[in-house]
Protein backbone atom coordinates (compact mmCIF):
# COMPACT_ATOMS: atom_id res chain seq x y z
CA UNK A 1 0.00 0.00 0.00
CA UNK A 2 1.86 3.46 -1.02
CA UNK A 3 1.79 6.20 1.39
CA UNK A 4 -1.09 8.14 -0.48
CA UNK A 5 -3.50 5.37 -0.17
CA UNK A 6 -2.28 4.93 3.53
CA UNK A 7 -2.72 8.72 4.23
CA UNK A 8 -6.20 8.43 2.32
CA UNK A 9 -7.55 5.60 4.45
CA UNK A 10 -6.67 8.04 7.43
CA UNK A 11 -8.30 10.92 6.45
CA UNK A 12 -11.47 8.63 5.70
CA UNK A 13 -10.82 7.27 9.50
CA UNK A 14 -10.67 10.48 11.02
CA UNK A 15 -13.96 11.43 8.97
CA UNK A 16 -15.91 8.75 10.13
CA UNK A 17 -15.06 9.10 13.85
CA UNK A 18 -15.77 12.82 13.59
CA UNK A 19 -19.25 11.98 12.35
CA UNK A 20 -19.47 9.35 14.67
CA UNK A 21 -18.70 10.76 18.07
CA UNK A 22 -21.00 14.37 16.63
CA UNK A 23 -23.78 11.61 16.10
CA UNK A 24 -23.08 9.78 19.75
CA UNK A 25 -22.87 13.39 21.14
CA UNK A 26 -26.46 14.64 19.33
CA UNK A 27 -28.26 12.07 20.05
CA UNK A 28 -27.12 12.03 23.52
CA UNK A 29 -28.45 16.07 23.78
CA UNK A 30 -32.00 14.99 22.37
CA UNK A 31 -32.07 12.15 24.90
CA UNK A 32 -31.57 14.74 27.32
CA UNK A 33 -33.93 17.47 25.93
CA UNK A 34 -36.65 14.52 25.91
CA UNK A 35 -35.88 13.79 29.48
CA UNK A 36 -35.95 17.30 31.00
CA UNK A 37 -39.24 18.19 28.96
CA UNK A 38 -40.56 14.76 30.18
CA UNK A 39 -39.87 16.04 33.61
CA UNK A 40 -40.94 19.17 33.58
CA UNK A 41 -44.18 17.43 32.10
CA UNK A 42 -44.41 15.43 34.85
CA UNK A 43 -44.74 18.61 37.54
CA UNK A 44 -47.15 20.03 35.55
CA UNK A 45 -49.14 17.45 35.87
CA UNK A 46 -48.25 17.78 39.49
CA UNK A 47 -49.80 21.21 39.30
CA UNK A 48 -53.08 20.56 37.49
CA UNK A 49 -53.60 17.88 40.51
CA UNK A 50 -52.24 20.27 43.03
CA UNK A 51 -55.13 22.57 41.55
CA UNK A 52 -57.71 20.37 41.10
CA UNK A 53 -57.46 19.40 44.95
CA UNK A 54 -58.64 23.32 46.05
CA UNK A 55 -62.38 22.82 44.18
CA UNK A 56 -65.03 22.43 45.75
CA UNK A 57 -67.03 19.57 46.13
CA UNK A 58 -69.96 20.45 44.36
CA UNK A 59 -66.95 21.67 41.10
CA UNK A 60 -65.27 18.17 41.67
CA UNK A 61 -68.85 16.36 40.92
CA UNK A 62 -68.59 14.34 37.39
CA UNK A 63 -70.28 16.82 34.76
CA UNK A 64 -69.57 19.73 36.08
CA UNK A 65 -68.11 22.44 33.51
CA UNK A 66 -65.78 24.70 35.04
CA UNK A 67 -64.05 28.10 33.84
CA UNK A 68 -60.82 26.17 33.08
CA UNK A 69 -58.48 29.04 32.48
CA UNK A 70 -59.54 30.80 36.25
CA UNK A 71 -59.60 27.38 37.91
CA UNK A 72 -56.12 26.35 36.74
CA UNK A 73 -54.55 28.81 36.23
CA UNK A 74 -50.65 27.71 36.92
CA UNK A 75 -51.60 24.68 34.76
CA UNK A 76 -52.86 25.89 32.11
CA UNK A 77 -49.77 28.89 31.48
CA UNK A 78 -47.09 25.91 31.94
CA UNK A 79 -49.03 23.77 29.02
CA UNK A 80 -49.15 25.97 26.77
CA UNK A 81 -45.19 27.13 27.61
CA UNK A 82 -44.47 23.74 26.95
CA UNK A 83 -46.62 23.49 23.30
CA UNK A 84 -45.19 26.79 22.27
CA UNK A 85 -41.50 25.88 23.25
CA UNK A 86 -38.99 25.82 20.83
CA UNK A 87 -36.72 23.10 22.21
CA UNK A 88 -39.43 20.66 23.91
CA UNK A 89 -39.43 17.17 21.92
CA UNK A 90 -42.63 17.07 19.46
CA UNK A 91 -43.40 14.00 21.37
CA UNK A 92 -43.82 16.12 24.62
CA UNK A 93 -45.45 19.42 23.04
CA UNK A 94 -47.86 16.39 21.52
CA UNK A 95 -48.94 14.96 25.18
CA UNK A 96 -48.88 18.61 26.31
CA UNK A 97 -51.60 19.44 24.07
CA UNK A 98 -53.43 16.38 24.61
CA UNK A 99 -53.49 17.01 27.97
CA UNK A 100 -54.43 21.34 27.41
CA UNK A 101 -57.34 20.35 24.87
CA UNK A 102 -58.85 17.50 26.85
CA UNK A 103 -59.02 19.63 30.42
CA UNK A 104 -60.77 21.89 27.75
CA UNK A 105 -63.40 19.60 26.46
CA UNK A 106 -63.94 17.68 29.05
CA UNK A 107 -64.47 19.81 31.89
CA UNK A 108 -64.82 23.93 30.49
CA UNK A 109 -67.83 25.64 29.90
CA UNK A 110 -69.08 25.99 26.02
CA UNK A 111 -67.09 29.28 25.92
CA UNK A 112 -63.90 27.08 26.27
CA UNK A 113 -64.24 24.68 23.01
CA UNK A 114 -62.46 27.11 20.61
CA UNK A 115 -59.74 27.02 22.70
CA UNK A 116 -60.01 22.79 22.91
CA UNK A 117 -60.41 23.11 19.00
CA UNK A 118 -57.09 25.79 18.60
CA UNK A 119 -55.06 22.78 20.57
CA UNK A 120 -56.21 20.15 18.41
CA UNK A 121 -55.54 21.47 15.58
CA UNK A 122 -51.95 22.15 16.56
CA UNK A 123 -51.54 18.90 17.78
CA UNK A 124 -53.04 17.60 14.67
CA UNK A 125 -49.68 19.14 12.80
CA UNK A 126 -47.36 17.93 15.70
CA UNK A 127 -48.47 14.40 15.16
CA UNK A 128 -46.59 11.76 13.19
CA UNK A 129 -48.03 8.40 13.81
CA UNK A 130 -51.00 7.22 12.90
CA UNK A 131 -52.17 7.14 16.61
CA UNK A 132 -51.17 10.44 17.18
CA UNK A 133 -53.27 12.27 14.33
CA UNK A 134 -55.60 9.66 14.67
CA UNK A 135 -56.41 10.46 18.02
CA UNK A 136 -55.94 14.43 17.42
CA UNK A 137 -58.00 14.38 14.55
CA UNK A 138 -60.48 12.39 16.45
CA UNK A 139 -60.80 14.98 19.42
CA UNK A 140 -60.65 17.57 17.07
CA UNK A 141 -63.91 16.41 15.26
CA UNK A 142 -65.54 15.85 18.94
CA UNK A 143 -64.69 19.50 19.94
CA UNK A 144 -66.26 20.56 16.59
CA UNK A 145 -68.97 18.57 17.00
CA UNK A 146 -70.09 19.56 20.60
CA UNK A 147 -69.93 23.28 19.37
CA UNK A 148 -72.46 22.47 16.68
CA UNK A 149 -69.98 22.97 13.78
CA UNK A 150 -70.85 19.65 12.18
CA UNK A 151 -69.96 20.13 8.98
CA UNK A 152 -65.85 20.90 10.29
CA UNK A 153 -66.48 17.58 12.91
CA UNK A 154 -67.13 15.27 9.90
CA UNK A 155 -64.34 16.64 7.85
CA UNK A 156 -61.89 16.23 11.27
CA UNK A 157 -63.67 12.74 11.54
CA UNK A 158 -62.87 11.30 8.57
CA UNK A 159 -59.21 12.59 8.76
CA UNK A 160 -59.03 10.81 11.75
CA UNK A 161 -60.04 7.81 9.73
CA UNK A 162 -57.58 8.20 7.20
CA UNK A 163 -54.68 7.61 9.17
CA UNK A 164 -56.00 4.10 9.32
CA UNK A 165 -55.80 3.21 13.00
CA UNK A 166 -57.49 0.12 14.04
CA UNK A 167 -57.79 0.78 17.58
CA UNK A 168 -60.01 4.01 17.12
CA UNK A 169 -61.73 3.18 13.79
CA UNK A 170 -64.79 1.46 15.54
CA UNK A 171 -65.43 5.28 17.34
CA UNK A 172 -64.49 7.15 14.54
CA UNK A 173 -67.08 5.31 12.63
CA UNK A 174 -69.52 5.71 14.99
CA UNK A 175 -68.97 9.27 15.67
CA UNK A 176 -69.29 10.02 12.02
CA UNK A 177 -73.06 8.25 11.96
CA UNK A 178 -73.64 10.45 15.24
CA UNK A 179 -72.46 13.71 13.54
CA UNK A 180 -74.50 12.39 10.17
CA UNK A 181 -77.53 12.39 11.77
CA UNK A 182 -77.20 15.67 13.11
CA UNK A 183 -76.58 16.91 10.01
CA UNK A 184 -79.77 15.27 8.64
CA UNK A 185 -78.08 13.21 6.48
CA UNK A 186 -79.29 9.80 7.02
CA UNK A 187 -78.26 8.38 3.88
CA UNK A 188 -74.60 9.07 4.74
CA UNK A 189 -75.08 8.02 8.41
CA UNK A 190 -76.39 4.04 7.17
CA UNK A 191 -73.20 4.49 4.81
CA UNK A 192 -71.29 5.05 7.70
CA UNK A 193 -72.82 2.30 10.19
CA UNK A 194 -72.88 0.06 6.84
CA UNK A 195 -68.77 0.23 7.03
CA UNK A 196 -68.81 0.01 10.64
CA UNK A 197 -71.17 -3.34 10.59
CA UNK A 198 -68.55 -4.86 8.36
CA UNK A 199 -65.42 -4.28 10.19
CA UNK A 200 -66.92 -4.68 13.47
CA UNK A 201 -69.77 -6.88 13.76
CA UNK A 202 -71.49 -6.94 17.02
CA UNK A 203 -69.86 -4.65 18.53
CA UNK A 204 -70.52 -1.82 20.90
CA UNK A 205 -70.13 0.68 18.68
CA UNK A 206 -72.19 -0.62 15.62
CA UNK A 207 -74.69 -1.87 18.14
CA UNK A 208 -74.65 2.26 18.72
CA UNK A 209 -74.54 2.68 15.51
CA UNK A 210 -77.80 0.82 14.39
CA UNK A 211 -79.66 2.09 17.41
CA UNK A 212 -79.10 5.78 16.09
CA UNK A 213 -80.00 5.02 12.29
CA UNK A 214 -83.13 3.20 13.52
CA UNK A 215 -84.32 6.36 15.12
CA UNK A 216 -84.16 8.15 11.83
Do not use: W
Not at 145 to 155: P, R
Amino acid sequence: MNLLNKKNIIVMVSIILVIGVGTYFYQQSCEQKEQTAKSELYQIQKTIESEAATLSEAEKTPGTKLDVDAKFPKSISELNKMIASATAPALVKIEAGMKLGTMYLEYGKDDSLPKAIEVFKKVSELGKTSLQKSTAFYLLGTAEEHSNLLKEATDSYQKALTQNYEGLKGEILLSLVRVSMKANNPAQAKTFADQLSKEAPGSRATEAAQKLISKS
